[in-house]
Protein backbone atom coordinates (compact mmCIF):
# COMPACT_ATOMS: atom_id res chain seq x y z
CA UNK A 1 0.00 0.00 0.00
CA UNK A 2 1.13 3.37 -1.11
CA UNK A 3 2.19 6.06 1.83
CA UNK A 4 0.29 9.41 1.29
CA UNK A 5 2.30 12.58 1.04
CA UNK A 6 1.92 14.73 3.96
CA UNK A 7 0.07 18.01 3.63
CA UNK A 8 1.58 21.21 2.60
CA UNK A 9 0.86 22.92 5.77
CA UNK A 10 2.78 20.47 8.15
CA UNK A 11 5.96 20.29 5.47
CA UNK A 12 5.93 24.26 5.73
CA UNK A 13 5.49 24.89 9.31
CA UNK A 14 8.30 24.09 10.76
CA UNK A 15 10.26 25.72 8.76
CA UNK A 16 8.25 29.27 9.21
CA UNK A 17 8.23 28.33 13.25
CA UNK A 18 11.92 28.07 13.40
CA UNK A 19 12.14 31.69 10.92
CA UNK A 20 9.38 33.35 13.07
CA UNK A 21 11.64 32.24 16.37
CA UNK A 22 14.63 33.49 14.72
CA UNK A 23 13.03 37.06 13.71
CA UNK A 24 11.68 37.23 17.37
CA UNK A 25 14.82 36.45 19.20
CA UNK A 26 16.40 39.49 16.86
CA UNK A 27 13.44 41.38 17.72
CA UNK A 28 14.67 40.90 21.19
CA UNK A 29 18.01 41.58 20.89
CA UNK A 30 17.29 45.05 19.00
CA UNK A 31 15.18 45.75 22.06
CA UNK A 32 17.65 45.04 24.85
CA UNK A 33 20.18 47.23 23.05
CA UNK A 34 17.67 50.12 22.42
CA UNK A 35 16.43 49.84 26.03
CA UNK A 36 20.01 49.03 27.84
CA UNK A 37 20.41 52.20 29.37
CA UNK A 38 16.87 52.01 30.53
CA UNK A 39 17.31 48.56 31.94
CA UNK A 40 20.57 49.94 33.71
CA UNK A 41 19.05 52.54 35.27
CA UNK A 42 16.15 50.47 36.73
CA UNK A 43 18.09 47.61 37.97
CA UNK A 44 20.93 50.68 39.81
CA UNK A 45 17.29 52.18 40.98
CA UNK A 46 16.38 48.29 42.51
CA UNK A 47 20.04 47.91 44.18
CA UNK A 48 20.17 51.23 45.54
CA UNK A 49 16.26 50.31 47.04
CA UNK A 50 17.34 47.43 48.52
CA UNK A 51 20.57 48.95 50.15
CA UNK A 52 18.63 51.53 51.36
CA UNK A 53 16.03 49.21 52.77
CA UNK A 54 19.06 47.16 54.50
CA UNK A 55 20.43 50.49 56.08
CA UNK A 56 17.59 51.26 57.22
CA UNK A 57 16.63 48.11 59.04
CA UNK A 58 20.46 47.92 60.47
CA UNK A 59 19.71 51.57 62.07
CA UNK A 60 18.61 51.34 65.83
CA UNK A 61 14.95 52.39 66.74
CA UNK A 62 16.62 55.32 68.79
CA UNK A 63 18.42 56.62 65.81
CA UNK A 64 15.76 56.61 63.28
CA UNK A 65 13.72 60.11 64.14
CA UNK A 66 16.93 62.23 63.82
CA UNK A 67 17.98 60.14 60.82
CA UNK A 68 14.75 61.16 59.35
CA UNK A 69 14.59 64.54 60.27
CA UNK A 70 18.01 64.98 58.68
CA UNK A 71 16.38 63.26 55.48
CA UNK A 72 14.03 65.89 55.42
CA UNK A 73 16.12 68.73 56.26
CA UNK A 74 18.01 67.83 52.90
CA UNK A 75 14.88 67.27 50.75
CA UNK A 76 13.78 70.87 51.46
CA UNK A 77 17.08 72.31 51.24
CA UNK A 78 17.40 70.69 47.54
CA UNK A 79 13.84 71.66 46.77
CA UNK A 80 14.61 75.74 47.43
CA UNK A 81 17.86 76.04 45.58
CA UNK A 82 17.17 76.60 41.80
CA UNK A 83 17.77 73.68 39.37
CA UNK A 84 17.74 71.75 42.90
CA UNK A 85 15.39 69.27 42.26
CA UNK A 86 16.87 68.68 38.65
CA UNK A 87 20.00 68.24 39.87
CA UNK A 88 18.95 65.86 42.22
CA UNK A 89 17.37 63.63 39.51
CA UNK A 90 20.45 63.79 37.45
CA UNK A 91 22.72 62.60 40.63
CA UNK A 92 19.62 59.74 41.35
CA UNK A 93 20.14 58.88 37.63
CA UNK A 94 23.80 58.93 38.08
CA UNK A 95 24.24 57.00 40.49
CA UNK A 96 21.82 54.05 39.59
CA UNK A 97 23.70 53.30 36.29
CA UNK A 98 26.69 53.49 37.83
CA UNK A 99 25.13 50.38 40.44
CA UNK A 100 23.12 48.96 37.76
CA UNK A 101 26.17 47.81 35.43
CA UNK A 102 26.53 44.01 34.63
CA UNK A 103 29.31 43.06 37.28
CA UNK A 104 32.08 40.70 36.34
CA UNK A 105 30.66 37.20 37.64
CA UNK A 106 31.82 36.33 40.83
CA UNK A 107 34.65 33.74 41.12
CA UNK A 108 33.42 30.29 42.26
CA UNK A 109 34.11 29.71 45.80
CA UNK A 110 35.58 26.12 47.12
CA UNK A 111 38.34 24.13 45.07
CA UNK A 112 37.30 22.68 41.72
CA UNK A 113 37.04 18.50 40.84
CA UNK A 114 41.22 18.94 40.61
CA UNK A 115 41.78 20.20 43.76
CA UNK A 116 39.05 18.32 45.36
CA UNK A 117 40.26 15.13 44.20
CA UNK A 118 44.03 16.44 45.81
CA UNK A 119 42.67 17.09 49.27
CA UNK A 120 40.78 13.98 49.11
CA UNK A 121 43.87 11.85 48.59
CA UNK A 122 45.79 14.09 51.49
CA UNK A 123 43.23 12.99 53.62
CA UNK A 124 42.98 9.41 52.84
CA UNK A 125 46.95 9.40 53.18
CA UNK A 126 46.69 11.34 56.86
CA UNK A 127 44.03 8.52 58.23
CA UNK A 128 46.56 6.14 59.66
CA UNK A 129 48.52 8.68 61.26
CA UNK A 130 45.85 10.70 63.06
CA UNK A 131 43.61 8.36 63.57
CA UNK A 132 43.19 4.79 65.95
CA UNK A 133 40.59 2.83 66.75
CA UNK A 134 39.63 3.84 70.32
CA UNK A 135 38.68 6.99 68.85
CA UNK A 136 34.61 7.25 68.20
CA UNK A 137 34.11 10.06 66.80
CA UNK A 138 37.89 10.08 64.51
CA UNK A 139 37.99 13.21 62.25
CA UNK A 140 40.12 11.09 60.37
CA UNK A 141 38.05 8.35 58.72
CA UNK A 142 37.99 6.61 55.11
CA UNK A 143 34.79 8.30 53.33
CA UNK A 144 34.82 11.53 56.40
CA UNK A 145 34.76 14.94 55.27
CA UNK A 146 37.58 16.30 54.51
CA UNK A 147 36.36 19.83 55.10
CA UNK A 148 36.65 19.68 58.42
CA UNK A 149 40.69 18.25 58.73
CA UNK A 150 41.48 21.03 55.94
CA UNK A 151 39.66 24.40 56.82
CA UNK A 152 42.30 26.81 55.00
CA UNK A 153 43.94 26.13 51.93
CA UNK A 154 45.09 27.74 48.43
CA UNK A 155 46.39 26.59 45.32
CA UNK A 156 48.66 28.33 42.44
CA UNK A 157 47.94 28.13 38.79
CA UNK A 158 49.04 24.62 38.18
CA UNK A 159 46.53 23.40 40.86
CA UNK A 160 49.19 22.22 43.61
CA UNK A 161 48.93 23.34 47.17
CA UNK A 162 50.56 26.37 48.14
CA UNK A 163 49.49 26.88 51.88
CA UNK A 164 46.88 24.34 53.79
CA UNK A 165 46.07 24.06 57.18
CA UNK A 166 45.67 21.08 59.17
CA UNK A 167 44.00 20.30 61.83
CA UNK A 168 44.67 16.91 63.50
CA UNK A 169 43.53 15.07 66.92
CA UNK A 170 44.76 16.33 70.64
CA UNK A 171 45.86 12.56 70.86
CA UNK A 172 48.46 12.93 67.77
CA UNK A 173 52.15 13.19 69.61
CA UNK A 174 53.40 16.33 68.11
CA UNK A 175 55.60 17.06 70.77
CA UNK A 176 58.09 14.22 69.21
CA UNK A 177 60.30 14.48 66.70
CA UNK A 178 59.93 11.34 64.84
CA UNK A 179 56.48 12.04 64.60
CA UNK A 180 56.35 15.55 63.07
CA UNK A 181 58.99 13.83 60.57
CA UNK A 182 56.86 11.20 59.13
CA UNK A 183 53.33 13.67 58.53
CA UNK A 184 56.12 16.52 57.16
CA UNK A 185 57.61 13.68 54.47
CA UNK A 186 54.33 12.42 53.56
CA UNK A 187 52.96 16.39 52.90
CA UNK A 188 56.05 16.77 51.01
CA UNK A 189 55.67 13.80 49.08
CA UNK A 190 52.20 13.80 48.19
CA UNK A 191 51.71 17.95 47.91
CA UNK A 192 53.99 17.99 45.33
CA UNK A 193 58.39 17.55 45.48
CA UNK A 194 60.88 20.09 43.61
CA UNK A 195 59.41 22.80 45.97
CA UNK A 196 60.52 23.76 49.61
CA UNK A 197 57.95 23.28 52.70
CA UNK A 198 57.57 25.08 55.55
CA UNK A 199 55.88 23.54 58.51
CA UNK A 200 54.70 25.83 61.50
CA UNK A 201 53.38 23.29 64.22
CA UNK A 202 50.89 24.97 66.74
CA UNK A 203 50.61 22.57 69.72
CA UNK A 204 48.35 24.47 71.54
CA UNK A 205 45.94 24.62 69.13
CA UNK A 206 46.19 21.33 67.16
CA UNK A 207 46.45 22.72 63.98
CA UNK A 208 49.24 22.31 61.21
CA UNK A 209 50.36 24.86 58.97
CA UNK A 210 52.00 23.91 55.52
CA UNK A 211 53.57 27.04 53.36
CA UNK A 212 55.17 27.22 50.41
CA UNK A 213 58.32 28.73 50.07
CA UNK A 214 59.51 30.96 46.86
CA UNK A 215 63.06 30.02 46.16
CA UNK A 216 65.71 32.79 48.47
CA UNK A 217 67.92 34.97 45.69
CA UNK A 218 70.90 33.78 44.69
CA UNK A 219 72.53 36.86 42.52
CA UNK A 220 73.10 39.21 45.47
CA UNK A 221 76.51 40.42 44.97
CA UNK A 222 78.99 41.59 48.18
CA UNK A 223 78.38 44.75 49.07
CA UNK A 224 78.26 47.71 52.05
CA UNK A 225 75.10 46.35 54.45
CA UNK A 226 73.78 48.71 56.72
CA UNK A 227 74.47 47.34 59.87
CA UNK A 228 76.21 48.74 63.23
CA UNK A 229 79.88 48.10 64.52
CA UNK A 230 79.77 44.38 65.88
CA UNK A 231 76.81 42.90 63.44
CA UNK A 232 78.28 40.75 60.63
CA UNK A 233 75.49 39.41 57.61
CA UNK A 234 76.19 35.72 57.16
CA UNK A 235 73.03 35.72 54.48
CA UNK A 236 69.35 36.34 53.54
CA UNK A 237 66.09 34.57 55.00
CA UNK A 238 62.85 34.17 54.88
CA UNK A 239 60.31 37.26 56.08
CA UNK A 240 58.49 35.11 57.64
CA UNK A 241 61.24 34.14 60.20
CA UNK A 242 62.89 37.47 60.36
CA UNK A 243 60.89 41.10 61.15
CA UNK A 244 64.26 42.96 60.01
CA UNK A 245 65.22 43.86 56.43
CA UNK A 246 68.30 45.52 54.60
CA UNK A 247 68.29 47.75 51.95
CA UNK A 248 70.49 46.28 49.08
CA UNK A 249 71.47 46.72 45.75
CA UNK A 250 69.75 44.24 43.29
CA UNK A 251 70.76 44.37 39.86
CA UNK A 252 69.43 48.38 39.22
CA UNK A 253 66.72 48.44 41.47
CA UNK A 254 67.28 48.31 45.50
CA UNK A 255 65.03 46.18 47.57
CA UNK A 256 64.64 44.99 51.06
CA UNK A 257 65.69 41.50 52.31
CA UNK A 258 65.39 40.20 55.64
CA UNK A 259 68.74 39.14 56.57
CA UNK A 260 70.40 36.65 58.79
CA UNK A 261 72.47 38.57 61.40
CA UNK A 262 75.11 37.03 63.84
CA UNK A 263 76.22 39.59 66.72
CA UNK A 264 80.03 39.21 68.06
CA UNK A 265 81.14 41.05 70.52
CA UNK A 266 81.58 41.74 74.56
CA UNK A 267 77.95 41.62 75.04
CA UNK A 268 77.24 37.93 72.27
CA UNK A 269 75.84 35.17 73.50
CA UNK A 270 77.23 33.36 70.52
CA UNK A 271 80.59 35.02 69.87
CA UNK A 272 82.43 32.26 67.33
CA UNK A 273 80.97 30.21 64.60
CA UNK A 274 81.31 26.67 63.44
CA UNK A 275 80.60 26.66 59.35
CA UNK A 276 79.89 23.25 57.80
CA UNK A 277 79.52 22.49 54.08
CA UNK A 278 80.81 19.98 51.41
CA UNK A 279 83.18 20.60 48.99
CA UNK A 280 81.65 23.91 46.22
CA UNK A 281 78.94 24.35 48.77
CA UNK A 282 80.13 27.94 49.62
CA UNK A 283 82.14 28.00 52.70
CA UNK A 284 85.31 29.82 51.65
CA UNK A 285 82.37 32.42 50.08
CA UNK A 286 80.72 32.71 53.04
CA UNK A 287 84.83 33.00 54.99
CA UNK A 288 85.29 35.91 52.28
CA UNK A 289 82.05 37.57 53.25
CA UNK A 290 82.88 37.73 56.59
CA UNK A 291 86.49 39.14 56.37
CA UNK A 292 85.48 41.90 54.24
CA UNK A 293 82.95 42.63 56.62
CA UNK A 294 85.08 42.95 59.90
CA UNK A 295 87.84 44.80 58.09
CA UNK A 296 85.35 47.96 58.20
CA UNK A 297 86.31 47.90 61.96
CA UNK A 298 89.10 45.44 63.04
CA UNK A 299 91.85 43.41 61.90
CA UNK A 300 91.83 39.85 60.45
CA UNK A 301 94.18 36.93 61.08
CA UNK A 302 93.82 34.01 58.16
CA UNK A 303 94.58 30.49 58.17
CA UNK A 304 93.40 28.67 55.32
CA UNK A 305 94.14 24.89 54.52
CA UNK A 306 96.28 25.30 50.87
CA UNK A 307 92.64 26.11 49.14
CA UNK A 308 94.19 29.48 48.05
CA UNK A 309 91.02 31.25 48.33
CA UNK A 310 92.27 34.62 50.00
CA UNK A 311 95.18 35.87 47.83
CA UNK A 312 93.45 39.15 47.20
CA UNK A 313 93.57 39.91 50.86
CA UNK A 314 97.40 39.34 50.63
CA UNK A 315 99.00 42.67 52.69
CA UNK A 316 95.68 44.39 52.60
CA UNK A 317 95.28 47.17 55.51
CA UNK A 318 94.07 45.37 58.44
CA UNK A 319 95.03 42.05 57.31
CA UNK A 320 97.49 40.77 59.39
CA UNK A 321 98.71 37.48 57.70
CA UNK A 322 97.33 35.05 55.34
CA UNK A 323 98.72 31.92 55.89
CA UNK A 324 98.79 28.25 54.32
CA UNK A 325 101.46 26.59 55.46
CA UNK A 326 102.09 24.47 58.76
CA UNK A 327 105.15 27.11 60.43
CA UNK A 328 103.23 30.48 59.14
CA UNK A 329 99.95 29.36 60.74
CA UNK A 330 101.35 27.71 63.53
CA UNK A 331 103.05 31.15 63.99
CA UNK A 332 100.45 33.00 63.50
CA UNK A 333 97.92 31.19 66.02
CA UNK A 334 100.61 31.38 69.06
CA UNK A 335 100.67 34.90 68.51
CA UNK A 336 96.67 35.02 68.81
CA UNK A 337 96.78 33.03 71.91
CA UNK A 338 99.31 35.57 73.45
CA UNK A 339 97.79 38.64 71.62
CA UNK A 340 94.17 37.30 73.71
CA UNK A 341 96.33 37.27 77.17
CA UNK A 342 97.59 40.63 76.43
CA UNK A 343 94.37 42.10 76.53
CA UNK A 344 92.97 40.14 78.75
CA UNK A 345 95.69 41.44 81.43
CA UNK A 346 95.86 45.28 79.87
CA UNK A 347 92.17 45.50 80.63
CA UNK A 348 92.08 43.83 83.92
CA UNK A 349 94.67 46.20 85.07
CA UNK A 350 92.69 48.98 83.78
CA UNK A 351 89.23 48.05 84.93
CA UNK A 352 91.03 47.38 88.78
CA UNK A 353 92.41 51.17 88.35
CA UNK A 354 89.42 52.55 87.80
CA UNK A 355 90.44 53.11 83.99
CA UNK A 356 89.05 52.70 80.65
CA UNK A 357 90.56 49.75 78.55
CA UNK A 358 92.61 50.91 76.25
CA UNK A 359 91.98 51.15 72.82
CA UNK A 360 94.23 48.75 71.11
CA UNK A 361 91.99 46.00 73.41
CA UNK A 362 89.02 47.51 71.96
CA UNK A 363 89.53 46.67 67.85
CA UNK A 364 88.12 43.84 67.17
CA UNK A 365 90.58 40.67 66.10
CA UNK A 366 89.14 38.28 63.66
CA UNK A 367 90.81 34.63 63.54
CA UNK A 368 89.38 32.98 59.91
CA UNK A 369 90.11 29.63 59.49
CA UNK A 370 89.25 27.15 56.57
CA UNK A 371 90.23 23.34 56.62
CA UNK A 372 91.97 23.52 59.56
CA UNK A 373 92.40 19.92 59.66
CA UNK A 374 94.51 19.83 56.96
CA UNK A 375 97.19 20.71 59.32
CA UNK A 376 96.38 18.11 61.57
CA UNK A 377 97.86 15.45 59.29
CA UNK A 378 101.36 17.60 58.92
CA UNK A 379 101.57 18.36 62.15
CA UNK A 380 101.24 14.65 62.77
CA UNK A 381 103.85 13.95 60.35
CA UNK A 382 106.34 16.51 61.55
CA UNK A 383 105.87 15.89 65.48
CA UNK A 384 104.48 19.08 65.95
CA UNK A 385 101.47 20.90 67.71
CA UNK A 386 98.20 20.89 66.34
CA UNK A 387 97.19 23.97 65.32
CA UNK A 388 93.70 24.07 66.71
CA UNK A 389 95.55 23.33 69.93
CA UNK A 390 96.39 26.64 69.71
CA UNK A 391 92.51 27.73 69.51
CA UNK A 392 91.80 27.13 73.44
CA UNK A 393 92.71 30.72 74.64
CA UNK A 394 90.67 32.78 71.63
CA UNK A 395 88.27 30.57 71.87
CA UNK A 396 87.46 30.31 75.49
CA UNK A 397 88.14 33.96 76.50
CA UNK A 398 87.62 35.40 73.32
CA UNK A 399 84.01 37.24 74.05
CA UNK A 400 85.97 39.19 76.50
CA UNK A 401 88.90 39.89 74.67
CA UNK A 402 87.31 40.94 71.66
CA UNK A 403 88.64 38.14 69.22
CA UNK A 404 86.46 36.47 67.54
CA UNK A 405 86.83 32.93 65.80
CA UNK A 406 85.46 31.40 62.94
CA UNK A 407 86.11 27.84 61.61
CA UNK A 408 84.95 26.36 58.30
CA UNK A 409 85.44 22.42 57.57
CA UNK A 410 84.19 20.34 55.54
CA UNK A 411 81.80 17.15 56.51
CA UNK A 412 84.52 14.54 55.50
CA UNK A 413 87.06 15.95 58.12
CA UNK A 414 84.30 17.07 60.75
CA UNK A 415 85.99 14.11 63.29
CA UNK A 416 89.69 16.05 62.97
CA UNK A 417 87.59 19.25 64.45
CA UNK A 418 88.98 19.25 68.03
CA UNK A 419 86.99 19.49 71.02
CA UNK A 420 87.11 23.23 71.83
CA UNK A 421 85.93 24.44 68.43
CA UNK A 422 82.87 21.95 68.64
CA UNK A 423 82.27 23.58 72.47
CA UNK A 424 82.79 27.15 71.87
CA UNK A 425 81.19 27.37 68.36
CA UNK A 426 77.85 28.30 69.30
CA UNK A 427 77.07 29.70 66.12
CA UNK A 428 76.44 26.90 63.18
CA UNK A 429 75.63 27.16 59.38
CA UNK A 430 75.42 24.13 57.18
CA UNK A 431 75.62 25.03 53.12
CA UNK A 432 75.24 22.84 50.62
CA UNK A 433 72.75 19.13 50.25
CA UNK A 434 73.43 17.40 53.96
CA UNK A 435 71.43 14.77 55.39
CA UNK A 436 68.87 15.01 58.49
CA UNK A 437 72.01 13.08 60.92
CA UNK A 438 74.44 15.97 59.23
CA UNK A 439 72.01 18.46 60.00
CA UNK A 440 70.80 17.62 63.43
CA UNK A 441 74.31 16.92 64.30
CA UNK A 442 75.56 20.78 63.41
CA UNK A 443 72.59 22.57 64.05
CA UNK A 444 71.54 20.83 66.73
CA UNK A 445 68.20 20.58 65.39
CA UNK A 446 66.18 19.86 62.29
CA UNK A 447 65.13 22.88 60.09
CA UNK A 448 61.03 23.05 59.77
CA UNK A 449 61.88 23.12 56.14
CA UNK A 450 61.60 20.56 53.44
CA UNK A 451 65.27 20.36 51.27
CA UNK A 452 66.04 22.36 48.21
CA UNK A 453 65.73 19.81 45.14
CA UNK A 454 68.43 21.86 43.50
CA UNK A 455 70.83 23.28 45.99
CA UNK A 456 72.76 26.38 44.70
CA UNK A 457 76.33 27.39 46.04
CA UNK A 458 76.00 29.09 49.22
CA UNK A 459 72.35 27.80 50.14
CA UNK A 460 72.03 26.07 53.45
CA UNK A 461 70.80 26.99 57.38
CA UNK A 462 72.26 28.75 60.47
CA UNK A 463 71.04 28.56 63.73
CA UNK A 464 72.81 31.07 66.37
CA UNK A 465 72.81 29.44 69.37
CA UNK A 466 69.39 28.02 70.86
CA UNK A 467 67.13 30.52 68.23
CA UNK A 468 64.97 28.88 65.30
CA UNK A 469 66.99 27.09 62.24
CA UNK A 470 67.21 30.03 59.60
CA UNK A 471 67.04 28.90 55.35
CA UNK A 472 69.91 31.20 54.51
CA UNK A 473 71.56 32.25 51.43
CA UNK A 474 75.06 33.67 51.15
CA UNK A 475 75.54 36.83 49.17
CA UNK A 476 78.10 36.04 46.16
CA UNK A 477 81.48 37.04 47.48
CA UNK A 478 83.58 35.53 45.02
CA UNK A 479 87.80 35.58 44.55
CA UNK A 480 88.14 38.17 42.25
CA UNK A 481 91.15 36.29 40.60
CA UNK A 482 89.23 33.51 39.39
CA UNK A 483 88.44 33.20 35.77
CA UNK A 484 84.89 31.54 35.90
CA UNK A 485 83.59 35.03 38.12
CA UNK A 486 81.52 37.46 36.57
CA UNK A 487 82.65 40.45 35.45
CA UNK A 488 80.00 42.37 37.69
CA UNK A 489 81.08 40.35 41.14
CA UNK A 490 84.32 40.73 40.52
CA UNK A 491 84.36 44.47 40.93
CA UNK A 492 81.99 44.43 43.68
CA UNK A 493 84.13 42.16 45.46
CA UNK A 494 87.12 44.56 44.09
CA UNK A 495 85.02 47.55 45.26
CA UNK A 496 85.16 46.30 48.85
CA UNK A 497 88.86 45.68 49.28
CA UNK A 498 90.38 47.52 51.69
CA UNK A 499 93.83 49.40 50.27
CA UNK A 500 97.79 47.40 49.90
CA UNK A 501 99.70 48.53 52.47
CA UNK A 502 102.61 46.27 52.14
CA UNK A 503 105.47 47.52 49.92
CA UNK A 504 106.77 44.73 48.15
CA UNK A 505 102.98 44.74 46.71
CA UNK A 506 102.93 47.88 45.28
CA UNK A 507 103.46 48.28 41.95
CA UNK A 508 106.81 49.01 40.29
CA UNK A 509 107.82 52.08 38.92
CA UNK A 510 109.17 52.01 35.63
CA UNK A 511 113.25 53.40 36.10
CA UNK A 512 113.69 56.50 33.43
CA UNK A 513 116.62 56.89 31.82
CA UNK A 514 119.73 58.67 33.43
CA UNK A 515 120.99 61.60 31.38
CA UNK A 516 124.79 62.68 31.53
CA UNK A 517 125.54 65.69 33.48
CA UNK A 518 128.71 67.33 32.22
CA UNK A 519 130.52 69.06 35.68
CA UNK A 520 132.84 71.57 35.26
CA UNK A 521 136.24 70.89 37.34
CA UNK A 522 137.51 73.58 39.70
CA UNK A 523 141.35 74.05 39.96
CA UNK A 524 142.61 73.04 43.51
CA UNK A 525 145.09 75.45 44.98
CA UNK A 526 148.52 73.63 46.20
CA UNK A 527 148.78 73.83 50.36
CA UNK A 528 152.49 73.34 51.36
CA UNK A 529 153.16 70.17 53.89
CA UNK A 530 155.17 71.30 56.90
CA UNK A 531 157.87 68.26 57.42
CA UNK A 532 157.27 65.83 60.54
CA UNK A 533 160.42 64.72 62.32
CA UNK A 534 161.30 60.94 61.98
CA UNK A 535 160.77 60.28 65.60
CA UNK A 536 157.42 61.55 65.83
CA UNK A 537 154.35 59.02 66.08
CA UNK A 538 153.04 58.97 62.22
CA UNK A 539 150.78 60.87 61.60
CA UNK A 540 147.34 59.26 59.43
CA UNK A 541 146.94 61.11 56.41
CA UNK A 542 143.48 62.33 55.72
CA UNK A 543 141.33 61.05 53.24
CA UNK A 544 141.39 63.45 50.00
CA UNK A 545 138.35 63.49 48.43
CA UNK A 546 138.06 61.88 45.13
CA UNK A 547 137.21 64.75 43.31
CA UNK A 548 139.99 66.87 44.57
CA UNK A 549 142.72 63.78 43.29
CA UNK A 550 140.73 64.03 39.80
CA UNK A 551 141.58 67.87 40.01
CA UNK A 552 145.27 67.21 40.63
CA UNK A 553 145.41 64.76 37.52
CA UNK A 554 147.29 66.39 34.75
Known amino acids: MARRPLPRILTTGSAQIAR ?29 AATGRRRWADTPKDRRGPLLFLVASVVLVVALVPYGPLLAVI ?41 IAEDLSPLYAHGGEWEKAFPAYEFDESGRVTHLVIRYPAYFTDGEAD ?53 TVLGFTDPTQVRRTLPLTYGEERRDIPPVVWRTGM ?49 RDGVLAVECGLTGALTSLEWAAHETERRLIAANRARQSGHEPPEDTKRPLWLLLDRPSAFAHLAAADGRKDPQSLLQVPLRHGRAANVTVVVGEQFDSADALSDDVRQHTRARVVLGPATAEQLAGVLGALPPTTPAAEVPPGRGYARLGAGSVHRLQVPSTPCPYDDTTSDAHRKAVLALLPPRTTPGDLEPVEAEPAQAVLVKAKPVEAVPVEAVPIDKEPVEAASVPAEAMAGEAP
Open 20 to 48: SRELARTAADSATDVLHPLITITRGLRRL
Open 91 to 131: SLMAAAALHGRDREPAAPEGPDESQVQRLKSLYEALIPYFS
Open 179 to 231: SRARIEQLLHAKSGRGREYHFAWEEEGNELTVTVLPPLPTDIAAQRFVTAPGE
Open 267 to 315: RSTEPHLLIMGQPGSGTSTLLRSIALQALQHGDVVIVEGGTGEYACLTG
